[in-house]
């Protein structure tokens, strides 16, 4: 039996963000996601009383979960903050720890919640690597990305294991459903990202099921949509590797055309997308489910800001940020 007193460690988490491949990885086509340098910090330390004691600065909220005579009392899993609990008691029974008092667990992040970037799984990461280091198990990354898809696994149902894989190590990561996780190797170092919320709200799971209807309606027309997103991805691939912003960004325009004709596409999100193509960007595309949430800009560093600047007329929230070579800290 592990025994732990007094003690208070910090670990931080990337989010995430879609560069290639929403909604054809569904049907086994790959995709394309970056780490993004914005990230969620955990940090843990121990309380007198018994108890998980939980705070959010993002969601202004506080919890304090129960142990009595060395048993857990859960809350309804519909608490925002109860897969973060459901982590401590994961480890604490899994590697027979014993704390003598209590915890206390603060999260506090630069990743807006709900916008596709991988919010969830930054914080579930950071709480894996955080209590690893606390309780100095010394997990692996391997072991910290699979035990933060299980608090994945509560509040998403079946994920792909994207924003878990890309949160624990960092960079750019191709994804296949049949084939799993391939690192590719480039830093493009001259490149920023710029992330402009339409502030329609993104309701994934009915723009998921709007595209399988059209789909299976017209399968003759759909098919070789997909294999054509599939061929696009791949030529992303090296694109990438060379760090060819230039045709990275021809690839992503023609990706958003894919998007738009699959129907996940609106006015508004055709206007932020060819608003930055005229302020700059070397290429625009819808980031994520589609029907709202981001638009994905790309351009060199240099030219981030004006693009950043004339987005901020349309929109009331743009994010700048660049691609992180850096996961789980």
């Known amino acids: 039996m592990i025994v732990i007193y007094m003690n208070k460690i910090k670990a931080s988490a990337p989010g995430k963000v879609i560069l290639a491949g929403e909604h054809f990885v569904v049907e086994n086509q790959p995709a394309i996601a970056s780490a993004i340098n914005l990230r969620t910090s955990v940090y843990i330390s121990t309380r007198i009383k018994k108890g998980i004691e939980i705070y959010s600065k993002n969601y202004d909220l506080h919890r304090l979960y129960k142990i009595e005579n060395g048993s857990f009392h859960d809350k309804l899993i519909e608490d925002k903050l109860y897969p973060i609990y459901f982590l401590v008691k994961y480890l604490l029974n899994t590697y027979n720890i014993e704390v003598r008092g209590g915890l206390i667990i603060t999260i506090d992040s630069d990743i807006p919640p709900g916008s596709g970037l991988g919010s969830s799984a930054a914080v579930s990461v950071a709480t894996v690597a955080a209590l690893s280091k606390f309780f100095n198990l010394n997990l692996s990354l391997e072991d910290i990305s699979k035990i933060a898809y299980k608090a994945e696994e509560i509040i998403h149902g079946k994920p792909s294991g994207i924003d878990n894989t890309i949160s624990t190590f960092g960079g750019v990561i191709l994804y296949k459903k049949t084939e799993g996780f391939i690192r590719i190797n480039s830093k493009l170092s001259d490149m920023a990202l710029i992330l402009a919320d339409s502030g329609i709200p993104r309701f994934t799971k009915d723009m998921v099921l709007k595209v399988q209807k059209l789909r299976k309606k017209y399968p003759e027309i759909f098919d070789p949509i997909y294999y054509a997103a599939g061929k696009l991805v791949r030529n992303m691939v090296d694109a990438i590797k060379s760090e060819d912003l230039i045709r990275l960004g021809e690839l992503m325009n023609i990706n958003h055309g894919l998007l738009s004709t699959i129907g996940v596409s609106n006015m508004f999100l055709e206007k932020i997308v060819y608003t930055s193509r005229k302020l700059g960007a070397l290429g625009a595309k819808i980031t994520g489910a589609g029907g709202g949430g981001l638009v994905l800009a790309i ?21 700048l940020t660049e691609v992180s070579e850096k996961g789980v800290l």
């Open 299 to 319: 351009s060199r560093k240099e030219r981030a800001i004006h693009i950043y600047n004339g987005l901020k007329e349309i929109c009331k929230k743009v994010i």
